[in-house]
């Protein structure tokens, strides 16, 4: 069954050092999706990518974070300088379309420490 | 302003109780759809169901059952005999049609103790 991947599992990194969380959504999927998770709080959606612009972003999703499509297989969060607030499990997420009845697979996840 | 709550911090049971996690949301449309995702302590996020505004059959898959009532807003997921597997951190999610997030609950937290 198809899924979506997530490297690395772990990235450990200092404050006010750029990351890149990357992702390799399924191959059919047109909609890809960043979400994150503080520890033991719940899962906060970051922004939606569709043909290789942003859909919709929240405010958590301020100018220090980007998102790019480099080629036709991964799909990449940046965050440029980052904080020991940035400090989460990232999720990855794709889909075929918008709209609910398509549904979002997660990837495993990529848990960042800032230290 | 689209919402989810979740009550239930924690709950704590007994192999075979049966148990109800409480999913209650908010949301001005008139389509949206209801998500419930499991996340184990391995951590990934894993897909239950999904329901539309418009259904509002209840579902039996197994041992889950999920009780939909538009009526109070209330989308609640429930586990009859309840076993150590299930373990986990339950999450409810709201996706509106007009946009593409979904919106989870705070989530809770089910252990199940043989």
């Known amino acids: 069954e198809p899924e979506v991947t997530q490297t690395p599992s772990h990235q450990v990194t200092q404050m006010g050092q750029e990351v890149i969380l990357r992702c390799v959504p399924i191959?059919?999927?047109?909609?890809f999706y960043w979400y994150r998770q503080i520890l033991g709080q719940k899962v906060e959606f970051l922004v939606s990518?569709?043909?290789?612009?942003?859909?919709?972003k929240s405010e958590i999703f301020d100018d220090q974070f980007s998102v790019e499509r480099p080629d036709g297989s991964n799909f990449t969060l940046k965050i440029r300088s980052t904080k020991l607030e940035d400090s989460a499990m990232y999720f990855c997420?794709?889909?075929?379309?918008?709209?609910?009845?398509?549904?979002?697979?997660f990837g495993p996840g990529t848990r960042l420490t800032v230290t | 302003a689209q919402k989810v709550t979740q009550a239930q911090t924690e709950i704590s049971v007994v192999e075979k109780e049966d148990v109800t996690l409480d999913c209650v949301y908010e949301?001005?449309?008139?389509?949206?759809?209801l998500f419930w995702y499991k996340q184990p302590p391995s951590g990934e996020l894993v897909f239950l169901i999904r329901?539309?505004?418009?259904?509002?059959q209840n579902e039996i898959s197994g041992r889950y059952s999920w009780n939909f009532q538009k009526s109070t807003s209330s989308f609640n997921f429930t586990i009859t005999a309840s076993q150590v597997v299930d373990s986990a951190v339950y999450f409810c999610?709201?996706?509106?049609?007009?946009?593409?997030?979904?919106?989870f609950g705070k989530g809770t937290t089910l252990s199940v103790s043989s």
């Open positions: 997420a794709s889909s075929e379309s918008s709209g609910g009845y398509y549904e979002q697979y």
């Open positions: 191959s059919n999927h047109l909609y």
């Open positions: 990518f569709y043909n290789n612009e942003i859909s919709e």
């Open positions: 949301t001005r449309d008139t389509t949206y759809y």
């Open positions: 329901r539309n505004s418009f259904d509002e």
């Open positions: 999610a709201l996706y509106n049609q007009a946009g593409t997030a979904l919106i």
